[in-house]
């Protein structure tokens, strides 16, 4: 595997179908997935790894965002990825940004609702990933869905050629959705954040059995969130895949996305729920078997 600091370096060395996974680094399993996925489907498997200040609030983590550059490039190499794309702040914003790409609609609510230019920060910055890497297909965790469902309708209006490619959420054996992010809990706030993947679970069951009104989703969600002591929750919401639109019934592919605060940390989950031949399927991911690599020794 190559690593390389500028976009002429990486360009100048994929060939073929040009895969790529975008992250911020301190990867774990979730990413990998990722990887996997651009493995099986390209030629050339790129990674980039940049942790984005245009997409971070002025109170939010910029300087505390976990980062170990070393270990990532160990394992995106044991991954079999081709490129490790890890570009300086100078090569990714040269000079003064007076260029933003800001995507409507599609990020009024949920995070974009909390988070304000947090997605233009994310679509500035993929936009400058696709534009500098060309790559054919570009492969994101369905873990930040309305993150994907941005990222589609900016590739879309842009005409950007990538094919966007959504892949399943990856968690702990308890449940709880990989996030680099989870390395912030202490016992008692992993402990209170159960809660959360206990609703996305109990979401799944109820569409299985037949519910399709979204307040009555939405109320199945929170419900362990809001029974739990030392956990907050900021919303629950039944949304379009398409559009991220909240819903009133399940009449076409959603997310039920619920997020909820944990002391200092904000944390995500959802499940999407696609029409099939066999009727309304929840994907609710995948499980490790054992503690995920955030938490082993280097
Ligand atoms: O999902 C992330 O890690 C980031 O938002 C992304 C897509 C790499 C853009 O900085």
């Known amino acids: 595997m190559e690593i390389v600091r500028t976009f002429a370096d990486a360009r100048a060395l994929g060939s073929g179908r040009v895969g790529l996974v975008p992250t911020m680094g301190y990867l774990h399993e979730g990413h990998i997935s990722l990887v996997d996925a651009a493995r099986r489907e390209c030629d050339t498997v790129t990674v980039s790894l940049f942790v984005n200040p245009l997409q971070f609030g002025p109170t939010e983590d910029l300087a505390s965002y976990p980062r170990d550059p070393d270990r990532d490039a160990e394992m995106v190499a ?23 790409v800001s995507v409507a609609d599609v990020t009024e609510g949920m995070e974009g609702g ?3 230019g947090h997605f233009d920060g994310v679509a500035t910055v ?6 500098g890497l060309v790559p054919d297909r570009a492969y994101f965790g369905r873990k930040d869905a309305q993150q994907l469902v941005t990222v589609r309708r900016m590739a879309t209006d842009l005409s950007f050629p990538t094919v966007i490619v959504g892949e399943p959420i990856v968690r702990e054996s308890d449940g709880l959705a990989l996030s ?9 706030e992993r402990t209170a954040a159960r809660s959360i993947s206990r609703g996305i679970m109990a979401v799944a069951g109820a569409v299985l059995e037949g519910k399709r009104s ?13 029974e739990e002591p030392g956990i907050d929750l900021d919303y629950a919401t039944l949304a379009s895949q398409d559009t991220s639109a909240s819903m009133a019934n399940l009449d076409r592919p959603a997310f039920l996305a619920v997020a909820a605060r944990v002391g200092r ?3 995500l989950d959802n499940v999407h729920i ?9 994907d609710v991911g995948v499980r ?11």
């Open 214 to 226: 979204g307040a009555e989703l939405e109320l199945i969600a929170a419900a362990p969130v809001n």
């Open 78 to 100: 044991a991954a079999g990825a081709d490129i490790l794309f890890a570009p300086p702040l100078a090569e990714m914003y040269p000079t003064e940004m007076l260029t933003a």
């Open 180 to 188: 680099s992010r989870n390395i912030y809990l202490d016992p008692a």
């Open 114 to 116: 909390l988070r304000p």
């Open 265 to 267: 940390t904000r944390l």
């Open 274 to 282: 696609d029409l099939t031949d066999t009727g309304w399927t929840p």
């Open 288 to 298: 490790l078997d054992e503690p995920s690599i955030l938490y082993r020794e280097a």
């Open 126 to 131: 993929v936009a400058k990933l696709f534009a």
